[in-house]
């Protein structure tokens, strides 16, 4: 069940994982966790998977330059995984937590 907001934000860890051809996890799962904001700097579309591992052309898909956003109205807090075609695309963001 997501949290109810909490503003502002008590903790904001800023990431970076290279997307590899095979799943890779993006964010462990985190039961503090409130917000993800997930941008694409790739070239290529980034395939993301919430609580199994990520298949190519399953899931949500994140398109070059774009985000993915998750807050109290589609929050999850388990695993985080993605993938991408060729294995060299870095996905950037933040994690938001109560701590």
Known sequence: MP????WPVAVKTPFGVTIGA???VVRD???????????????EICWV???TPAVIGEGDAIYPAGTAHMDEDNLYTGIIYAICA??????????????
């Open 3 to 6: 949290k109810p907001t909490v």
């Open 22 to 24: 095979v799943s890779t």
């Open 29 to 43: 799962a985190n039961t503090d966790r409130l917000t993800l904001d997930l941008v694409n700097t790739g070239s």
């Open 49 to 51: 998977s919430e609580g």
């Open 86 to 99: 060729t294995g060299d695309l870095l996905l950037v963001g933040h994690e938001g937590s109560i701590k």
